[in-house]
Each structure stands twice: as structure tokens, then as C-alpha cells.
T-cell receptor, first 112, second 114 residues
Framework: DGGITQSPKYLFRKEGQNVTLSCEQNLNHDAMYWYRQDPGQGLRLIYYSQIVNDFQKGDIAEGYSVSREKKESFPLTVTSAQKNPTAFYLC???????????FGQGTRLTVV | AQSVTQLDSQVPVFEEAPVELRCNYSSSVSVYLFWYVQYPNQGLQLLLK??????LVKGINGFEAEFNKSQTSFHLRKPSVHISDTAEYFC????????????FGTGTKLQVIP
């Protein structure tokens, strides 16, 4: 079955450590996205990539970094510069038309 | 700039009763509109979308929504809810040109009471 796989589902890290969230898709989609979800705030776009080796900042990119070395993979690194990293992170991808996106199951990051 | 307002943060409804979840948007260009459902600790699943054409859109799980351009609304309806519909629902608006332009509402939690 085609889909988007995010791992791990739950992640705990100490304050000041960088952490990388994995996102893999086998839908052959060109575009991939990272969103952050906080209670009562909906989803906010962190980074997106429309093609391999290219990515752009979204609305809340500060303290995050990404790479897109392969079409299937779009890992997100939460750096120590992110002031409030505890959140639910969602990865998504969309096809060439980019009229909708398919979401992974999310990673809940807790920084203690 | 575009925005989405979901007027109700929580909606309780008895099982088998009808429900309407409200969504209003603002945009200066033509829009695409979406409703997603999210179960606890899960990703988002597309319920339905409006891109063009008929203003009444039918989706999965018996949901439907109507695009009303004059009222800038895209309310979600279901004639008879089930316990399994308990979830959070997100309205989203996009402009042609790529999904990176999607703006999400803050969500409405639907609680179905047995």
C-alpha cells in the first residue's frame, strides 16, 4: 500500500539537543511538507519542498532545518534554537496537481 | 492573504442526530476548499474537497459540504452521526498554485454522545 510513514510516533528529548524526525513516502509525489500542530492553533507550515534538492521556508521555519536528497524522503531536524519544540509534527505529500495532500500519522515530540 | 474561521471549537451532538460544522473563509482569489478529519494522535484524512463545479460536494463517511461564494462559507454536514464520527475536523482553504498555500482553520472537536 502506498502512503506516508513518519517515525518514530513518540519522541522524547532533553532540552538543548537536536532531534531528527523521519518522513518517507512511496506515492511518487514530488512535493512534501512539514507542519506543526499545537492545541487550538490548527496546522502551521514549517518547510516544504517541491522537488529534490530544493526546499523553501514556510510560516514558522525558525529553529528547524530540512533536507531533500531523495524524492521519497524529507527529514525534519528540530534544533536547539527552536524555543518551544514540544508539539505534534505532521508530514504530508502532494501530487503534481498539488490540489490536496496526504498526511502521515504524525510524530509527537516532547522536550523535557 | 487568505484566512479560515471555524466558528465552533467544540460541538456536542447526540448519536443519530444531524450535525453542521461551520467554516468561513476569506480570500481575494479563487479558492479550493477542504475538510479533513483527525482522530486522536493520528494524521489528517481528507473528507472532501471543492475545486470547481457543483457547489454541493459529497465526501466519505456520509459527509457533505456546500460552497457558498456569497457568504464565503463551506459548512460541513451529516444527517445522522455515529459514535465513530467523534474526532476533530479541520477546514482549509487554498489558492491555485500549490498546496503550500493551504491555510488551516483551528479545528472543531465533534463529540458524539451515545
Amino acid at each position: 500500500d502506498g502512503g506516508i510513514t513518519q517515525s518514530p510516533k513518540y519522541l522524547f528529548r532533553k532540552e538543548g539537543q537536536n532531534v531528527t524526525l523521519s518522513c518517507e513516502q512511496n506515492l511518487n509525489h514530488d512535493a512534501m511538507y512539514w507542519y506543526r500542530q499545537d492545541p487550538g492553533q490548527g496546522l502551521r507550515l514549517i518547510y516544504y519542498s517541491q522537488i529534490v534538492n530544493d526546499f523553501q521556508k514556510g510560516d514558522i521555519a525558525e529553529g528547524y532545518s530540512v533536507s531533500r536528497e531523495k524524492k521519497e524522503s524529507f527529514p525534519l531536524t528540530v534544533t536547539s534554537a527552536q524555543k518551544n519544540p514540544t508539539a505534534f509534527y505532521l508530514c504530508a505529500s502532494s501530487d503534481r496537481d498539488r490540489t490536496e495532500a496526504f498526511f502521515g500519522q504524525g510524530t509527537r515530540l516532547t522536550v523535557v | 492573504a487568505q484566512s479560515v474561521t471555524q466558528l465552533d471549537s467544540q460541538v456536542p451532538v447526540f448519536e443519530e442526530a444531524p450535525v453542521e460544522l461551520r467554516c468561513n473563509y476569506s480570500s481575494s482569489v479563487s479558492v479550493y476548499l477542504f475538510w479533513y478529519v483527525q482522530y486522536p494522535n493520528q494524521g489528517l484524512q481528507l473528507l472532501l474537497k471543492y475545486l470547481s463545479g457543483s457547489t454541493l460536494v459529497k465526501g466519505i463517511n456520509g459527509f457533505e459540504a456546500e460552497f457558498n461564494k456569497s457568504q464565503t462559507s463551506f459548512h460541513l454536514r451529516k444527517p445522522s452521526v455515529h459514535i465513530s464520527d467523534t474526532a476533530e475536523y479541520f477546514c482549509a482553504v487554498s489558492a491555485p498554485g500549490g498546496y503550500q498555500k493551504v491555510t488551516f482553520g483551528t479545528g472543531t472537536k465533534l463529540q458524539v454522545i451515545p
